[in-house]
């Protein structure tokens, strides 16, 4: 074991942690905003299949990841937008919704990606140093010896926390999220914003689904996001709805995926069964303590999270 | 009020209880819209959706072996159905039946095989029974008492536990429990011959199904006519009233995650009991998955529950036999579960609002009572 701690190796985690957690990163990103403007999106794992899948069948098709990376995020639109029509627009129940769609998500994602799996695509995001920063000990090795995904991931991270906390139209989107009767009342179109929110947010788990099948698994398999779907809609309860803690929940998950693969690489004597565990049982215990930190600090969700808004019923 | 042009005279008003009719007729219409909204994603893939719906239906209706495979499955949709409709009864979402399913198949093959190989048939099955219910309950106990004591969300942590189960299973199937003499797929050894449940003449219909039937009746009764089925209502229906009853919510909560996981746990049971003989991989296609939609589907009524799960496994027969008919992914099942899901949410609205001509007199009277 003594081998396993050196600096070395713990430099190669962090930086694997940051590539790992990137797709969990863009999905719990993309939860993130739906869940400010008060919609509850439990489709992320359904969405981000399909992204997964459109990315590869993107870049298949044009042979370049960019185009795939849009592909990504367009399917992850499209996916999202039933979510909006039917909870945003026909006010039906949130949890049920989200949860059709994850398992359209994935039929759909298998049926359609039956004659692409495991064709590997001519490219992906791979390694790309920053001129510079890469060179800086520690940190460039770990920051900035990454993937394009992994540095725009930082870019959108930083702009949406600028733009939840400092501008006046993430004013709107809190307020969208916390008492949409308020939001309605200061003339902002809940329903046409709220329903945008949920696009975007699939977008973004779109591109968490590409961020893995361009990225650090590159090829379509059925089911390959394994649950992170599911795991960034945890996470971001556990960033307590801001992104600079969704990015640190992210890695620390991202953390475990690839702490496990090298305990495993490492001749740990514990069966793989219980290593795969890990991630999951993981995620209770994260989601166990930050829902106990956050009564106890009151950094509670959005207030109308999960309620549709009808004018009718505002009293 | 600003109202968009197409509505202009007409406003939309809420209706206090959908009459069941109307709900029945909505179901039907949202079966079909949903049937043609996924005949046409197959078209655009390429397939003519006319051709698959027809190896479908026949695969799983058009003659006695289909009907036969129809009914093996809708044993365990039924089941679990069963066990999530209870939970979302009371607003729980419990969506780790296909975790819960397994533990009970765990708990059930312990019994057969280690704890009680020797005993006889009608001690054996019960015992089973009795394992599997408490192997699934015990796996919907922990998700309930997060939330009960932790407001934990039990949506992420009895999705997490499905995970877990299922490389549990893998681990005893690989490791401990695995058969020394079975080459090939590793599973269980096979159970003693005193835990097979009787089958129906020469199909694989098997007497899970009556315990599904059986289930169903006790549950339609213990929501009905019992003080506790009602109480689970109003706590799902309105917590703060049920608080200020007195209702013991904390308990409750775990008891109903306790009793949709023992629910689930059956299915996993007569699954291993009743066709695999043995603890064994991929013992469950998602059948906890479409338990949410059997649920949904069946409006939580546990009677409604038995035909939508029969619905639901024909549609599964259904996309198994695509694969052998014309080599499609039996994918197509779940696709168009989900699409179903989808007009079904979608198709609810016209059940709970309803457009009402705007008369003069009503329209002054709205507009006086609307907020400045």
Redo the contacts between chains.
């Keep these: 074991m003594s081998d396993i701690l050196t600096p070395a190796f713990i430099v190669s985690v962090l930086a694997a942690a940051i590539a790992a957690g990137t797709a969990l990163l863009y999905a719990c990103l993309g939860e993130l905003i739906t869940e400010r403007a008060g919609i509850l999106n439990?489709g992320i794992e359904?969405i981000m299949l399909m992204g997964a899948l459109s990315g590869v069948a993107g870049c298949l098709w044009s042979g370049s990841a960019w185009v795939g990376a849009a592909a990504a995020l367009a399917a992850g639109a499209l996916m999202a937008s039933?979510h909006a029509?039917?909870t945003v627009g026909?006010?039906?129940?949130q949890?049920?919704?989200g949860?059709?769609?994850?398992?359209?998500?994935?039929?759909?994602s298998?049926?359609?990606g039956?004659n692409i799996v495991g064709v590997p695509p001519p490219e992906s995001f791979r390694r790309l140093d920053v001129p510079g920063l890469a060179e800086i000990p520690v940190l460039g090795r770990i920051l900035f010896q990454q993937s394009a995904l992994v540095y725009i991931s930082f870019a959108v991270t930083a702009f949406l926390w600028w733009y939840i906390y400092r501008t006046r139209a993430g004013l709107r989107l809190r307020a969208l999220g916390e008492r949409p009767e308020a939001a309605d009342a200061m003339g902002i179109d809940v329903t046409r914003l709220r329903a945008l929110y949920v696009i975007a947010g699939g977008a973004l788990a779109g591109l968490g689904g590409a961020a893995i099948s361009l990225g650090t698994n590159p090829g379509w398999t059925?089911g390959m996001t394994?649950?992170r779907g599911?795991?960034a809609?945890?996470l971001v309860?556990f960033a307590a709805w801001n992104p600079a803690r969704a990015a640190i929940g992210a890695y620390l998950f991202g953390g475990v995926e690839a702490g496990q693969f090298r305990l495993q690489t490492a001749g740990v004597d514990l069966?793989p069964?219980?290593l795969?565990?890990l991630p999951?049982?993981f995620?209770?215990l994260v989601?166990?303590l930050s829902?106990?930190e956050a009564?106890r600090r009151a950094l509670s969700a959005p207030a109308a999270l999960g309620r549709s808004y009808t004018?009718?019923?505002?009293g | 009020?600003a109202e968009p042009g197409l509505l202009r005279g007409y406003r939309?008003?809420?209706v206090p209880s959908p009459p069941r009719g109307s709900v029945a007729i909505i179901t039907v219409l949202s079966l079909l819209a949903a049937l043609i909204f996924g005949g046409l994603?197959l078209a655009l893939?390429g397939e003519n959706p006319l051709t698959i719906y027809q190896a479908m239906l026949s695969g799983a209706l058009g003659n006695w072996n289909g009907v036969a495979e129809t009914l093996v499955k809708t044993t365990p949709l039924l089941l679990a159905g069963l066990g999530v409709a209870v939970a979302f009864r009371m607003q729980l979402?419990n969506?780790g039946a296909e975790g819960q399913l397994y533990f009970g198949a765990i708990f059930a093959s312990w019994m057969a095989l280690y704890l009680a190989p020797g005993a006889p048939g009608w001690l054996l099955v019960p015992l089973m029974i009795v394992a599997a219910m408490v192997g699934g309950g015990l796996w919907g106990l922990v998700p309930g008492i997060?939330r009960a004591y932790?407001?934990?969300?039990e949506?992420?942590?009895s999705?997490?536990?499905n995970?877990?189960a299922i490389?549990?299973s893998?681990?005893l199937i690989?490791?401990p429990w695995r058969d020394p003499q079975a080459f090939g797929f590793p599973g269980t050894p096979a159970f003693p011959d005193a835990a097979w449940l009787p089958r129906w003449g020469t199909t694989r219909v098997h007497l899970g199904l009556l315990f599904g039937l059986v289930a169903a009746l006790l549950l339609w009764f213990l929501l009905r006519r019992t003080r506790w089925g009602y109480e689970i209502g109003v706590m799902g229906e309105n917590p703060r009233a049920a608080l200020y009853a007195g209702m013991p919510m904390a308990r409750t909560i775990i008891l109903v995650m306790a009793l949709s996981g023992a629910l689930a746990g059956l299915a996993g049971m007569s699954e291993v009991a009743g066709i695999g003989h043995q603890l064994q991989r991929n013992l469950s296609p998602g059948y906890g998955?479409?338990a949410?939609?059997v649920a949904?589907l069946a409006r939580l009524h546990p009677i409604g529950a038995v035909l939508v799960a029969f619905l639901l496994a024909a549609l599964t027969v259904g996309g198994d036999q695509l694969q052998m008919s014309l080599g499609?992914?039996a994918?197509?099942?779940?696709?168009?579960?989900?699409?179903i899901?989808?007009f079904l949410?979608?198709g609810?609205?016209l059940t709970r609002y309803r457009l009402v001509k705007r008369t003069p007199a009503l329209a002054a009277v709205t507009r006086e009572n609307e907020?400045a």
Excluded at chain 1, 90 to 93: G, K, P, Q, S, W
Excluded at chain 2, 150 to 153: I, K, L, N, V
């Design positions: 439990l359904g039933i029509i039917l026909l006010r039906a129940n949890v049920v919704s949860l059709a769609l994850t398992i359209f998500g994935t039929g759909l298998a049926f359609l039956r059925e394994a649950g599911w795991i809609v945890a309860i069966s069964f219980f795969n565990m999951y049982l995620t209770i989601l166990v829902t106990r009564t004018r009718e019923d505002r | 009020m939309i008003e809420r994603v893939s979402w969506i997060l932790f407001g934990a969300s949506i992420i942590t999705l997490m536990l995970y877990v490389l549990f893998d681990y690989h490791g998955y479409a949410i939609i949904w499609l992914p994918a197509i099942a779940p696709m168009l579960q989900g699409t899901l989808f949410l979608g609810d609205i907020p």
